[in-house]
T-cell receptor
Framework: KAGVTQTPRYLIKTRGQQVTLSCSPI?????VSWYQQTPGQGLQFLFE???????NKGNFPGRFSGRQFSNSRSEMNVSTLELGDSALYLC????????????FGSGTRLTVV | AQSVSQHNHHVILSEAASLELGCNYS??????LFWYVQYPGQHLQLLLK??????LVKGIKGFEAEFIKSKFSFNLRKPSVQWSDTAEYFC????????????FGRGTSLIVHP
C-alpha cells in the first residue's frame, strides 16, 4: 500500500502571499486531517475532511482553509501568509476519523520570510 | 479544555537502560489512547494504541504502555533501549464520542547514547 503523499516537501513564501498544499491519502481512507507542527506548540489540529465534507475544525483563523475531492485527495490553503505560519504541515489519513489511529505523511515544510 | 501532558520534554539514556515516558490527559469520559514515534528525518508512525480490554498494550519494537484509568495516565515503557530508539515520542488521546479528533501532547525527545 502506498503511504500518505504530501507535496511539495518544502516551500518558501513571502509574507502576504498565499500557498496551497496537497495530500493524497492511503487508498481507501476517506478521512483526511491536517495538523500544524511547530517546536513550541507541538501538533495543532487544523481540520478534518470526510467524503468531501469538512467535519471538524480546529482553532485557526479563516486564512486557513481546505477541501477534499471525490478521490479523497485533499488540499489546504493559507492566504495572506504571516511569519508565524512557518511550520511543518502534516496530513494524516485514517479509515475512520482517527479512531484506528492515523497514518501520517512526511509533511510540507513551509517557511514564510 | 481537554489536554494531554507529557512531562518529560527531553530524556537522555544509555543503551540497555530502561525507559518510561509519562503521559497524562484531562478527559473525563471514555478514551482511546495512542503513542506515535517520529524518527529523525521520518514521518510520524503509530507505535501502539489502546481502545479497551487489557490495559497493558504491546506495540512494535518492544514498546508497551499501561493505561491506568484512575490516574488518567498512559505511560510508555521499554525494558532496554537501543541507539535506534532515538526519536521524538508523542502521546495522543481522543474521546470515544463526538468528533474523535485526537489531541497530541507536545512530545518527548529521547536520545540514546551507544
Amino acid at each position: 500500500k502506498a503511504g500518505v503523499t504530501q507535496t511539495p516537501r518544502y516551500l518558501i513564501k513571502t509574507r502576504g502571499q498565499q500557498v496551497t498544499l496537497s495530500c493524497s491519502p492511503i487508498s481507501g481512507h476517506r478521512s483526511v486531517s491536517w495538523y500544524q507542527q511547530t517546536p513550541g506548540q507541538g501538533l495543532q489540529f487544523l481540520f478534518e475532511y470526510f467524503s468531501e465534507t469538512q467535519r471538524n475544525k480546529g482553532n485557526f483563523p479563516g486564512r486557513f482553509s481546505g477541501r477534499q475531492f471525490s478521490n479523497s485527495r485533499s488540499e489546504m490553503n493559507v492566504s495572506t501568509l504571516e511569519l508565524g505560519d512557518s511550520a511543518l504541515y502534516l496530513c494524516a489519513s485514517s479509515e475512520s476519523a482517527g479512531i484506528a489511529g492515523y497514518t501520517f505523511g512526511s509533511g510540507t515544510r513551509l517557511t514564510v520570510v | 479544555a481537554q489536554s494531554v501532558s507529557q512531562h518529560n520534554h527531553h530524556v537522555i539514556l544509555s543503551e540497555a537502560a530502561s525507559l518510561e515516558l509519562g503521559c497524562n490527559y484531562s478527559y473525563g469520559g471514555t478514551v482511546n489512547l495512542f503513542w506515535y514515534v517520529q524518527y529523525p528525518g521520518q514521518h510520524l508512525q503509530l507505535l501502539l494504541k489502546y481502545f479497551s480490554g487489557d490495559p497493558l498494550v504491546k506495540g512494535i519494537k518492544g514498546f508497551e504502555a499501561e493505561f491506568i484509568k484512575s490516574k488518567f495516565s498512559f505511560n510508555l515503557r521499554k525494558p532496554s533501549v537501543q541507539w535506534s530508539d532515538t526519536a521524538e515520542y508523542f502521546c495522543a488521546v481522543n474521546e470515544q464520542r463526538g468528533s474523535y479528533i485526537p489531541t497530541f501532547g507536545r512530545g518527548t525527545s529521547l536520545i540514546v547514547h551507544p
